[in-house]
Every structure is written in C-alpha cells, then in structure tokens.
C-alpha cells in the first residue's frame, strides 16, 4: 500500500492498513450538514489559538499566522468558494486541512490540547447560543405584534368557548393577552435553557482533559461563555441541553398549534370571525372562491416534525455510555432542523398576528347565540339571596325555555323572566347585555376591558424593561 492511499485520512490516517471504504467514508461523514457550523469552528479555534498562545504552546507568530488564515478561510466559505470534501469527513477536519494547506506546518499545531470531541461539543453550543438570541427577538417580535392587535380589541366581544361551546362572553384582546402569556413563558424557558448552553467544553479534549497548561478560563471568556465546564467526561458526552432546547421548540410549536388551529377555525365562512390578509393565503387550483389559511395549517402541521427531533434526540442520547461516542453526530439533523422550523414558523406569526383584521359583528353576534350569560343570570340571583345550586336550576330552566322559544336570555320579558323566579326584577337586563357580562369581570386576570387595557400596560412595560 502506498503512503498516500494509506494516510487516506491525514489527519487520524497514521495506524490505518487501508484507505477506508468509499461508501463507509460517505457514511460517517457529517460534513453535509455540519459545515451550517463553519463559522462558529473558526471562531472556537481563533480563540484557542489564543489561549495556547498565552500559555506558551504557540508563539505569537504562530498564532498571527492561524488567525490570518482562519480568516481568509472564513472568507471562501462565506464567497461559497470553499470546497468540502466527503474524505475529510467533517467541519473541523475540513477547516484544519484547508487551514494546513494554506500555513503550512503551523496549521498542524492548532489541534494541540483539544479534540474533535470538544471541539464539536463548543461548536454545537456557539451555533445554538446564535441561534436562541435570534429565536428570544422573534419572540419579542411576536408578543409586540399581539400587543398591536390586542390594543385595537380590548372591547371587542365575542364567545369565549369551553368544549368549543359557548360559555361566557369575552373580550378578544382578553383571548389575544392569553396568548402573550404564553408567549411569556416560552420566553422565560428559552432564557432559561440559554443558561445552560453557554458554557464552554472546549479543553475536555477527547474525554480526560490535556496534558498542556491551558487557561479554559480564558478561552471562555474569550468566546463570551459563562465557564468551562467543570468535567470533562460530562462535557464532550452531554447533549441535554439540546434535548432541552427542542423540548423548549415543542412546547412553543405546541403553542403556535393552538393559535393556528383557532385561525383556521375563526378564518371559516361558518365563524367568520377573522380576516386573514390575501398575502398570507393561497387559493385553489379547482375551486375559484378558496382562500385557504396556509400559513397557520402549515405551522400546524410542522409541529409534528418538532415533536419528532425531540423523540429522535431523547432516544439518541438513551443508554449512552460515557463519554463521546459516535452516535452524537446524530444531533445535528434534528436539532438543525428544529431551529429552522421554529424560525420559519414564528417569522410567519410575527408577520401575521398583528395584520389581522376582526370581524366584530359576527363574534358579537356568535357571543349572542348560546346562552353565553347564563352564568351572569345566576349569579345576579345569587346577589337577590338565591343559592348558587338553586340559582342554577332556575337559570337552567330559563334557558330550556329560550331553547324553545328560540330566545335568548336577554330577549326575554321581564314578565317571562319572573315565571321562573320572582325575585327577579328590571335590572337584570343590566348583567344580561354581553357589555355588562364582560365589565363586571373587572378584577387581575378578568376580561373586562379595563383589566384587558392593563394588562396590555404591563406587557408594554415589561417589553421596554427587556428591550432597554
Ligand atoms: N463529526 C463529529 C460529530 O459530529 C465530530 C466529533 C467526532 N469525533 C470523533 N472522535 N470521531 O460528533
């Protein structure tokens, strides 16, 4: 065998007999999807050329040299003038060879005191940390666009639903608000798994650490990190914190389902509830009156795929032995993917939200039917000395009669009223308005429209203290 097919791989080549099989090199290769991380490699390895400078394993030169040809390399790949090769399997080989071929020997000493184990591990965290601050604005994004729209809807009323019947009247801005809230939370949890991604593995080497005097804690500085991790079998072997970063994506997508699932319904000839503008529909190709919701019935249905990564990472990680094991390369599709995904989806609903347009009169008219204030009706019984439970069952008897009449609540004569209760009396046509329903909810968490303008004050608030 000669030594060039021999070091079919230069750089881990040297105890091989034969090259490796064509189709295996293809197989173990990541280099199709794992160059997504060039940038993020070069970043990781301009400051470990720094801190194995500092230290005194490279001289200053040197590092000159490797920063300058990072950067040229950085350069090609952004012109799409790089050429990546399959042989060299991943993103950092590539780099490094290419970085060998342009300086030479000096190229060779960057991988000292580190491996393509940690080297991946920092790698993989760079690119998410990117990637959660570009998710946490979009995110912000999307609370100020139900912001926007909430603030035209605060006294706009329509049916609120339990068991998709009509239950009691709400405000819309009140409905949109739950939907900041959630919003909030998605927030907080990504905050939170931000946390835990930035911390800087690089300097476990393959698994036990280096025998060089390196300085991790400069590194991690330098790469804007909290720390170094503080083991390194955990460090080069963890993935959870992108399991928990798709469990983050789930829930959010989860979220996103739901709103999704109430446009399509509110976007409906039968609820009419709502104006999806043209630019986010599309028609169809038979029938010439289709407007169809696309966007919201596609975000839907991505939601699976979502939910699906996050299967596809608990059950890679699943019965894993310490440490790095090849398995992990596996990580990156799913994850990849969930990133796009969760972008596409909340630039579709940040765009959105705030350009639709309600229709007030028809959820006026949906609050209306159904005997949405019942409950109203009980509960000025029970302010008249009745019961609750006896207040119920005239109430019940009430609506069993507009039922068959075809009658609602309000439509009723004092006279009629009083066949079921004669304690009642001309005011009870004050609470039985959808108005006077929604305003005496008037307290934290209500959706009379003076709570729903506050908390929409808050909401502004808080976004201005995070944005500041
Ligand atoms: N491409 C690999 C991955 O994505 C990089 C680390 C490989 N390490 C190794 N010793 N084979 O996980």
Redesign the pocket.
Known sequence: MTDTKKAANQQWGGRFSEPVDTFVARFTA?VEF?QRMAHQDIQGSIAHAKMLTSVGVLTAAECEQIIQGLTEIATEIENGEFEWSIEL??V?MNIEARLTDKIGITGKKLHTGR???D??ATDIRLYMRDEVDFLLAELTRLQQGILTLAAKETDTIMPGFTHLQTAQPVTFGHHLMAWYEMVQRDYERLIDCRKRINILPLGAA?LAGTTYPIDRYMTAELLGFERPTYNSLDSVSDRDFAIEFTSTASIIMMHLSRWAEELVMWASAQFNFIFLPDRFCTGSSIMPQKKNPDVPELVRGKTGRVYGHLTSLLTLMKSQCLA?N?D??ED?EPLFDTVDTLKGSLRAFADMIPAIQSRKEYMYEAAKRGFSTATDLADYLVRKGVAFRDAHEIVGKAVGYGVKENKDLSEMTLAELQEFGDMIEQDVFEVLTLEGSVAARDHIGGTAPEQVRKAIERANADLDARNA
Do not use: L
């Open positions: 990541s794992d399997e991943d950092h491996s393509r184990n080297q991946v393959a790095y090849k992990n390369q990156k």
